[in-house]
């Protein structure tokens, strides 16, 4: 084994071994190694010096007393809460409310969700309108990319240091998107950053930046202006592909997008 | 099932698994009062999802839950820098944990750090880390997890998990090796 296998950057033999994750072959095939090297051998040794002080020294206990309010909060939730009680002892004498209060707080119920989701929906559809903007600007002003290059390694460090969040760009050409460059772009109050693709004479743009939204797997369309948007967010980032490309086209780009990123795993609870 | 009875098998199964979940928490959180409400949360949404989910590793499943419940803690506080890979230069604080308490040292071996100060810079190496890595690093060599292990807490493949692992520990020494040369010269 060489040096480079032994370090390599998918598959690291030297932590694989310390962690005695390694098959008996390759274990003697490293052991061998360190043999013959002594940069190798002394990488473990460091590896192996931090994997101990990390495991005896760095644990933290859980505080004093946490166990009780645990066990106290355990209770109170198998409890039924003190509203239900209430609502039992006063059902005899105000059992006339019962006809009256559940139509008033229905209708007051469908006011208070119209209001809530009123600037929501207007927020989502002023964002769309930023998304076919930027879009539309990206190919009338001869402004696509910033950074011309269908290397994955050079649009992504280029992005780090103008957005604040990783902006992974894919090589997604052996399914017909090319890669094109890297863009800078500004959309709702923030910097954006825009990843180009094109598949035959249709420009994609994938728009990222970040949301305080929660994750959302299933991916959204919608057309504007003749547009095809697809969105979705995943890990406090939202990201918006748009181009004049068919719907179907353009929902296969996203599905190989996602697929090569972790995707938010299924709650348990 | 009899409630009393309910409860007294969750605390059985998994008040055992109290100072893992606060590990945790206090890892990704940063803070001990964040991590005791995280834990807190976690255990009554375990409770709640105990009488489904009785056959499995139960150490995984509340661990699953207490991460995903450090998650949503750090989103509802907007405290979007945890989430986001950022710059080990910029972001050096060096505020200390106000305690920690040597849970796994009765096993303690011999080859640990032996500078008390060096095992600072890499207390505060690894609590700088973008939370992708750390979280791997703390599962793996504090909680002693397996590979197979984290990749069902975290979501990813075993794979990914090594790879996290080694990267995070490459970051750990580069990280730990530039700070102590910055405080020999004197700039710590």
Known sequence: MSCSTVRGILYNYISAYVDDELADTDRAAVEKHFEICAHCA????????????????????????????????????AEPSEEVILEEKSQF??????????????????????????????????????????????????????INSSDTHQIKPWFSGKVDFAANAKDLSKSGFDLKGGRLDYINKQSAASVVYQIRDHVINLFIFPTTEDDMIDVKTFQNRGFNIVKWTN?????????DLNLTELEHFAQLYRNQMPLPQSKLY | MNKNLLIEQFESKMLSHMDSAYNLARWITGHDQDAEDVVQEAYIRAFRGFEKYTDINSLSWLLTIVRNTSYNWIKSKHDYKHLIEFDESVHSSSDEPSFIIERNQGLRQEKILTSSGNKDL????????????????????????????????????VGTVMSRLSRGRRRLQKTLSSRMNRRTRGEL
């Open chain 1, 93 to 146: 004498s105000w059992r006339w409310l019962n006809y009256i209060i559940p139509p008033f707080a229905t209708a007051v119920a469908a006011v208070l969700i119209v209001l809530a989701f009123l600037p929501q929906y207007q927020l989502s559809v002023m964002m769309e309108e930023e998304i076919v903007s930027a879009h539309v600007r990206s190919l009338i002003e001869d402004n696509l990319t910033h």
């Open chain 1, 235 to 243: 890990q406090g980032l939202e990201y918006c592909v748009i181009s």
């Open chain 2, 122 to 157: 890499l207390r505060n190496a690894l609590k700088d880390m973008p939370l992708i890595f750390r979280e791997v690093v703390v599962l793996h060599e504090i909680e002693g997890l397996s590979y197979k292990e984290i990749a069902d807490i975290v979501g990813i493949p």
């Open chain 1, 42 to 77: 002394n990488e473990r040794y460091e590896i192996e010096q931090m994997k101990n002080t990390l495991h005896y020294e760095f644990a933290y206990s859980s505080p004093y007393g946490l166990k009780e309010d645990i066990k106290d909060k355990i209770a109170e939730s």
